[in-house]
């Protein structure tokens, strides 16, 4: 195909506004994670999405998570602008009809950034006075040159169509950088496990054990229900304590916000059960062997 086109996008923006919600929305079925996920030089895939027309690989960028002391900022700024580097689109996130200084620090970080980017303004449902989106869009319009300001919800997928059109039409004309991946049943297995490691993390913070990992030892389909059962493994009986929190607190929320996340990358409703599992002589059980990496590729 002649026109077909391909290119790397990053999704900015400060915590919380939305980025994984959008992230998962535009991948959605089609996500194509491996268990080795492709690697570009600089960037870390985390999400590939493949049709006819393009291929629109979302790329991880390193620097622009977290506001940091002013000492960091030299330091950051680059790491901002490595990770930038060889993006095609960058995708400002941002949320309501509030700008932030936190905002505010991650467009710093875009000041060098020569691709084009576009402001994707999330959750607009929980914008009660619609009359106030206007003259934010203004605002927002003269803080930078964006391509497109869209106005979106990633909860209900409102205007992520739209979205979408705008970045494939900024990508370049370019063969796609990856084989289009089919949606694995082994995949998906692997998003689900990394969605609950990634709640796990986020959830623990500086605690999170040392050794710990997350294996899925059933993902099955019954009657339009996705039953997922995960195993997480952990090296210590105190870890374990950690992990599911006083009175199950951890892990119940843990369970929630990871079964939430599955069933919009699945598109399916989901049964998440999770258990927490010490591994003594982890070396002689092949399973957590398995979940460790060792495993046998055939
Ligand atoms: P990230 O930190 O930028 O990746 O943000 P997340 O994608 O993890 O989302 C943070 C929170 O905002 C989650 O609780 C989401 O469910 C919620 N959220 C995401 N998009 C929307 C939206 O369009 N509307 C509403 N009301 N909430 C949203
Ligand atoms: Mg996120």
């Not at 607009?124 to 203004?138: Q, T």
């Not at 952990?234 to 006083?246: E, L, P, Q």
Request: charged fraction near 30%.
């Amino acid at each position: 195909m002649t026109d077909f086109r391909c290119g790397l996008v990053a999704l900015v923006g400060k915590p919380n506004v939305g980025k994984s919600t959008i992230l998962n929305r535009l991948v959605g079925q089609k996500v194509s994670i491996t268990s080795r996920r492709p690697q570009t030089t600089r960037h870390r895939i985390l999400g590939i999405k493949s049709d006819d027309s393009a291929q629109i690989v979302f790329v991880d960028t390193p620097g622009l998570h977290a506001r940091q002391p002013r000492a960091m900022n030299r330091y950051l700024n680059r790491a901002a602008a490595d990770s930038l580097r060889d993006v095609d689109v960058v995708v400002l996130v941002v949320e309501g009809t509030r700008w932030g200084e936190d905002d505010e620090w991650v467009l710093e970080r875009l000041a060098g950034v020569s691709c084009p980017a576009i402001v994707a303004i999330n959750k607009i449902d929980k914008v009660a006075d619609k009359g106030a989106l206007l003259p934010y869009l203004d605002a927002l319009a003269g803080k930078r040159e964006f391509a497109a300001l869209i106005p979106v919800c990633a909860r209900s997928g409102a205007q992520l169509d739209e979205l979408e059109a705008q970045v494939r039409s900024l990508l370049p004309v370019a063969p796609a950088l990856f084989p289009e991946d089919q949606v694995t049943d082994r995949s998906e297995r692997f998003l689900a496990a990394e969605l609950v490691r990634e709640k796990l993390f986020r959830k623990l913070g500086e605690e999170i054990p040392y050794g710990l990992t997350v294996e899925i030892e059933r993902f099955r389909e019954e009657q339009g229900v996705l039953h997922i059962h995960a195993l997480v493994w952990v090296d210590k009986s105190r870890h374990k304590a950690m992990v599911i929190g006083a009175k199950g607190q951890l892990l119940k929320a843990v369970g929630r916000e990871a079964r939430q996340d599955m069933e919009t990358a699945f598109g399916h409703k989901v049964f998440l059960q999770i258990w927490v599992k010490v591994k003594e002589g982890w070396a002689d059980d092949e399973r957590a062997l398995q979940s460790l990496g060792y495993r046998d590729e055939g």
